[in-house]
């Protein structure tokens, strides 16, 4: 089964679905569709998790975090607008859970000293949600606990910390080929203050934390460190899934009544031996054998809820957020957007086939604009997720999942246009939002950002 292939890109231009298909069906691609989007109203019981719907706000970095790592007023912004906006499933951003390894000087950083303040925004939420829906409506809360590895830059620095070497991305961090891998000693001292961050997300409320194993940061690269000789996390398999494996077992002994959630990159879009999930033929196909067998080993071990993720948002971003306009400094694919929402929706598909067992949130639909609900839908339907995801929809349109459930349909001038612009904020070191629909905020941010880009880069 083929997946990747080139195919040109082009931006979306549909007024209705049955041009969708024609060009899908132009390009050899399906996707599932349903005109009633009833399926998403549904309660999902995952584990322990009651969620109310099916519908899932994916995480999503603000940047806006105080230096100590504590929720700042945009923080808590974004997330009152989302739980304003219904969404069963509220999945909190990446945390970190050590200063050197957060992403940048603003990512959130759980400890001692900030856990009063996530409490605070974890209130936010239930009470701001409570009071727009009533208590029937209870959103369920994930915290996402982070190491950032490779791309930590705390002080604002590259400061990569990187479980093996991998050309290509050793090189544009300019990395020399002696430059250190963590150690095995290291790896293992993660484990206190992963369980620490845990025990302090569950007494500032969460009812879940999340290890963020993909995207290429730490967690996600051990899982591809084939090349990573003479050391207990490299190499086979076991070795490679055994820190995550681990950290599962240790938080659950340690916080036995906080639920746990993992995203996971099931396929890296990195040639092996550099990338998890992928065919042994140096191609570009997947092969889900490796994610199969750990997402069954993770759910045996308590894990509740696998996020389903795709790609490096710093190397290959448009194959888990196709986009129409890229980063500056980023690229045009060589594949229509139409083929990267196929293909994740085709690793779905597969993943419930072999893993009916598994309760999973799926990824990529937001790109299909007022159509990636009728797609939900029908994955849902057939069961190949219990709980759908969207990212930038909400950024850019919380209260999507407010006016699915009560019209049926997304209002076409508020969906995101996947125009790239609150990543670029992120990549210019600003708080990350949505500048096309909440412009009067994220416009100056972004306006500032390329301003000051190019003072220093001089791009234009
Ligand atoms: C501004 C921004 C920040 C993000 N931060 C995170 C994050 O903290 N953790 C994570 O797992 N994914 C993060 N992502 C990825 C999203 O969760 C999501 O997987 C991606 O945007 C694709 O989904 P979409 O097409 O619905 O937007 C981020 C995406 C964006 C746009
Ligand atoms: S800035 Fe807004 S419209 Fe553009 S990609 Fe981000 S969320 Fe979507």
């Excluded at 054998?289 to 894990?303: F, K, N, Q, S, T």
């Excluded at 609150?422 to 500032?448: L, N």
């Amino acid at each position: 089964m083929q997946f990747r292939y080139p195919s040109a890109h082009e931006r979306f231009d549909y007024d209705s679905w049955p041009e969708v298909e024609a060009r899908l069906s132009a390009l050899d691609l399906s996707l599932p569709y349903t005109e009633s989007v009833a399926a998403l109203s549904r309660p999902v019981v995952a584990g322990p998790l009651q969620v109310p719907n099916a519908i899932a706000i994916h995480p999503m970095e603000g940047c806006d975090a105080d230096e100590n790592g504590a929720p700042g007023e945009l923080t808590f912004r974004r997330y009152r607008r989302f739980a304003a906006g219904g969404a069963g499933l509220i999945w909190g951003e990446a945390a970190s859970v050590l200063p050197e390894g957060r992403a940048n000087p603003r990512q959130l950083w759980l400890h001692e000293g900030t856990v009063e303040q996530f409490a605070q925004l974890h209130e936010t939420i239930i009470t701001t949600a409570a009071a727009k829906f009533g208590t029937a409506h209870r959103p369920i809360t994930v915290l996402q606990l982070t190491h950032s590895g490779r791309y930590a830059r705390p002080d604002g620095l590259p400061r990569p910390v990187i479980a093996h070497h991998n050309p290509v991305l050793d090189a544009r961090l300019g990395l020399p080929e002696d430059y250190p891998l963590i150690s095995d000693a290291q790896l293992e001292a993660l484990t206190e203050p992963f369980v620490a961050a845990a025990r302090l997300a569950r007494q500032a409320g969460f009812d879940a934390v999340d290890l963020k194993a993909c995207h290429g940061y730490l967690l996600n690269e051990l899982l591809a460190a084939h090349t990573r000789g003479d050391s207990l996390f490299g190499g086979t398999f076991e070795n490679r899934t055994r820190l995550l494996l681990h950290l599962v077992e240790q938080i659950h002994q340690h916080v036995p009544d906080l639920a746990l959630t993992c995203r996971l990159n099931v396929y890296d879009a990195f040639a092996y031996p550099y990338g998890f999930g992928m065919a042994h033929d140096g191609s570009l196909e997947p092969d889900l054998d490796e994610p199969v067998e750990l997402i069954c080993r993770l759910h045996e071990a308590g894990v509740s809820l696998v996020n389903v993720a795709y790609g490096n948002p710093y190397y290959n971003p448009h194959v888990e957020r196709p986009y129409d306009s890229h980063e500056v400094g980023g690229y045009m694919p060589h594949e229509h957007p139409l083929a990267n929402v196929a293909a994740m929706v085709r690793i779905q598909q597969e993943l419930s086939r072999r893993l009916p067992q598994v309760p999973m949130v799926a990824t990529g639909l937001t790109w299909l604009r007022q159509f990636g609900p009728n797609v939900a839908a029908a994955m849902v339907e057939q069961n190949w997720c219990a709980v759908a995801g969207f990212g930038r929809m909400a950024l850019a349109y919380p209260e999507f999942a407010a006016d699915l459930l009560s019209n049926g349909q997304l209002s076409t001038d508020r969906v995101c246009v996947s125009c790239s612009r609150c990543t670029q904020i992120m990549r210019d070191g600003g708080q990350a939002g949505c500048v096309v629909r909440d412009a009067g905020v994220y416009g100056p941010i972004y306006r500032a950002g390329r301003q000051r880009a190019r003072e220093t880069t001089q791009d234009k």
